[in-house]
């Protein structure tokens, strides 16, 4: 029973640091959607913006990358 104990804490750990590292990597691709949108490169980062919502569902940068999609959008040139 102990050991069961120990290999679902191990398990949960795992599981955590998984998404955290998730998320690291979807506010990096975040900070360069929102570099390619400063370079006025809306095409890409269009392109990495819905690639965080597609990989990423539910983070804090899925949230950031629809509100920025969607600012875009109202904002065509």
């Known amino acids: 029973m102990k050991k069961l104990a120990v290999l679902m804490a191990c398990a949960a750990l795992t599981l955590l640091s998984a998404g955290c590292s998730g998320e690291k990597?979807?506010?990096?691709?975040?900070?360069?959607?929102?570099?390619?949108?400063?370079?006025?490169?809306?095409?890409?980062?269009?392109?990495?913006?819905?690639?965080?919502?597609?990989?990423?569902?539910?983070?804090?940068?899925?949230?950031?990358?629809?509100?920025?999609l969607d600012a875009m959008r109202s904002t065509k040139p």
């Not at 506010?27 to 990423?56: G, M, P, S, V």
């Open 25 to 68: 990597k979807a506010a990096e691709l975040l900070d360069t959607a929102r570099f390619e949108e400063k370079q006025n490169n809306r095409e890409h980062a269009a392109k990495l913006y819905e690639e965080i919502i597609r990989k990423y569902p539910g983070s804090p940068s899925a949230t950031a990358a629809v509100q920025r």
